[in-house]
T-cell receptor, first 114, second 121 residues
């Protein structure tokens, strides 16, 4: 158990819908990262937050948005869902933002868009 | 551009065989970190090792060992006497500390495509 929690574990929805994925980082970790794992694109970095502020964006679609709240939990919002958004979404956390900081991954949320 | 290449898509071995998973990376930075993660069939990502660019010493942890060679930009992973429980997808990843404006920084992980290891009993 990494100490990072993600809810829900599974999510099945229809095209055009909007969903919210939630992540609670390990106690004391200030950085939260979101990654997407799909068959087409592999494991890709989406976005990083550090202590409530957005730090970096990767290959994140405009239909997707995220935020980190004062209690440091984070939410990833996916809207106008398409079939291609079906993937495993991971949240990770680290103590800081140094390149050597180990990122601890949550169990992931498997999103299926029908 | 940063890139991680895992050329082996799938490897199948019989239990007790040794197996090496290859990882080649590209980066222009002199300071960077390399990681290996394991993803068993259950789906979670499990951290295995971290190595910084200034430490080329090989590391051994039980049946696992890692060979880091900057000259060839490789960070290979060997499992000795493989077991069925080693069956998983293994990812190599690169982390660069990218300094942003206004004092910010990011350390996103760039993953390879993974190697599926199947250990047959």
């Amino acid at each position: 158990d990494s100490g990072v929690t993600q809810t829900p574990k599974h999510l099945i929805t229809a095209t055009g819908q909007r969903v919210t994925l939630r992540c609670s980082p390990r106690s004391g970790d200030l950085s939260v990262y979101w990654y997407q794992q799909s068959l087409d694109q592999g494991l890709q970095f989406l976005i990083q937050y550090y202590n409530g502020e957005e730090r970096a964006k990767g290959n994140i679609l405009e239909r997707f948005s995220a935020q980190q709240f004062p209690d440091l939990h984070s939410e990833l919002n996916l809207s106008s869902l398409e079939l291609g958004d079906s993937a495993l979404y991971f949240c990770a956390s680290s103590v800081g933002r140094g390149a050597g900081d180990e990122q601890f991954f949550g169990p992931g949320t498997r999103l299926t868009v029908l | 551009a940063q890139k991680v290449t895992q050329a082996q898509t799938e490897i199948s071995v019989v239990e007790k065989e040794d197996v090496t998973l290859d990882c080649v990376y590209e980066t222009r930075d002199t300071t960077y970190y390399l990681f290996w993660y394991k993803q068993p069939p259950s789906g979670e990502l499990v951290f295995l090792i971290r190595r910084n660019s200034f430490d080329e010493q090989n590391e051994i942890s039980g049946r696992y060992s890692w060979n880091f060679q900057k000259s060839t930009s490789s960070f290979n992973f060997t499992i000795t006497a493989s077991q069925v429980v080693d069956s998983a997808v293994y990812f190599c990843a690169l982390s660069e500390f990218t300094r942003l404006g206004l004092g910010g920084a990011t350390n996103k992980l760039i993953f390879g495509t993974g190697t599926l290891l199947a250990v047959q009993p």
